[in-house]
């Protein structure tokens, strides 16, 4: 398994079938889902684009980081891009591991550090106003 970027609605049942190892004993994942608020202000939905081609590269270079830091057995990061509404999954993150230990902070450290280095943006659907990019004013897309 890897990072990818996807335009397609994420299936965590199916995602969490390509981790199983007979090594593990752990599973560990984390779901982001769409809320209808941010910063008080409510929230219709949202459309997140990315520069692809780069943030599956920055994204693989973080599964790869974490299976070697963590020493896990399996890793995988899949992020939606595309227009989503409240309560779809717009990113998963699972891993499996020997240990839970392992399992959870390997888990943190790949959703951290997508949030962190991959170049994804977001732009929030606000009910009462107009559109507007959010946690990226130094690379937002023009």
């Not at 995602?15 to 779901?31: M, P, Q, T, V």
């Not at 973080?62 to 989503?84: M, N, P, Q, W, Y």
């Not at 399992?103 to 107009?130: H, M, N, S």
Request: glycine share 6%.
């Amino acid at each position: 398994m890897c990072f990818q970027i996807s335009d397609q609605v994420i299936d965590p049942p199916f995602l969490r079938k390509k981790l199983l190892r007979d090594a593990s004993g752990a599973y560990a994942s984390f779901e982001g889902w769409v809320r209808n608020h941010n910063e008080g202000k409510p929230v219709n939905g949202l459309e997140y684009t990315s520069y692809q081609t780069l943030a599956q590269k920055e994204g693989q270079r973080i599964i790869e980081e974490a299976k070697d830091r963590f020493s896990v057995e399996a890793a995988a990061c899949v992020h939606r891009v595309g227009t989503l509404k409240i309560g779809d999954i717009a990113v998963w993150v699972g891993v499996s591991a020997a240990h839970r230990d392992a399992a959870f902070d390997a888990c943190r450290y790949i959703i951290d550090q997508t949030k962190d280095r991959v170049p994804i943006w977001k732009r929030e659907d606000y009910l009462d106003g107009p559109t507007e990019w959010v946690n990226c004013p130094d690379n937002t897309p023009r």
